[in-house]
């Protein structure tokens, strides 16, 4: 079965620092989004991607995020300026279309601490 | 008041039992509905679509009350590999087509 791809599985940073989390997105998949999980805490939608831009984001996504399709494989999540409360699972997903959403494929996720 | 509600358990079955999870938004214009699963550490993963005529697949039945917002799932004959948390999931609860996702209930079966 296809699958989305995430690297790295684990990230280390000190606050203040920027990272990119990567993904590479099912091959014939056009829309792309972003979630968190804090720990011990809900998924969040964070953003969601579709041609060459952002077609919906929540108010957790401010102007420390943005999100890149750098090349026709690649997604990518930054966060120019991370805090301390940005630690979280960091999942992308990408789906063929939205009207299945339902068919929303996870990668398995970024874990991301800030320390 | 939260827009996707559950009960966070546990659960603690034995094997063989029947186990049933409740779920209510607060948004009557949600549009879709579903249930996922999530084992510890790992990315949900879609267990089913639920329809307002009520779904079935195998062990598992998952039914949508639209005037009472509510949603259920059912799962006959637990087996242990069905140890994880569920998550409640709707669509259009805030707007345009972003999951949201209810904080999930954790079932533990026991042998």
């Known amino acids: 079965e296809p699958e989305v791809t995430q690297t790295p599985s684990h990230q280390v940073t000190q606050m203040g620092q920027e990272v990119i989390l990567r993904c590479v997105p099912i091959?014939?998949?056009?829309?792309f989004y972003w979630y968190r999980q804090i720990l011990g805490q809900k998924v969040e939608f964070l953003v969601s991607?579709?041609?060459?831009?952002?077609?919906?984001k929540s108010e957790i996504f401010d102007d420390q995020f943005s999100v890149e399709r750098p090349d026709g494989s690649n997604f990518t999540l930054k966060i120019r300026s991370t805090k301390l409360e940005d630690s979280a699972m960091y999942f992308c997903?990408?789906?063929?279309?939205?009207?299945?959403?339902?068919?929303?494929?996870f990668g398995s996720g970024t874990q991301l601490s800030v320390l | 008041r939260k827009e996707v509600e559950q009960d966070p358990g546990p659960f603690n079955v034995p094997e063989g039992a029947t186990v049933a999870f409740n779920c209510t938004y607060s948004n009557s214009a949600s549009q879709s509905f579903f249930w996922y699963r999530q084992d510890c550490r790992k990315e949900p993963k879609l267990l089913m679509s639920?329809?307002?005529s009520g779904n079935e697949d195998g062990r598992f039945t998952a039914q949508l009350n639209r005037a009472s917002q509510y949603i259920s799932l059912l799962i006959r004959d637990s087996k242990l590999s069905d140890s994880a948390t569920y998550l409640c999931v709707v669509i259009g609860a805030n707007s345009g087509y972003a999951l949201n996702f209810g904080k999930g209930t954790s079932l533990l079966v026991t042998p």
């Open positions: 991607f579709y041609n060459n831009e952002i077609s919906e």
């Open positions: 639920v329809y307002s």
């Open positions: 091959s014939n998949h056009l829309y």
């Open positions: 997903a990408s789906s063929e279309d939205t009207s299945t959403n339902e068919k929303l494929f």
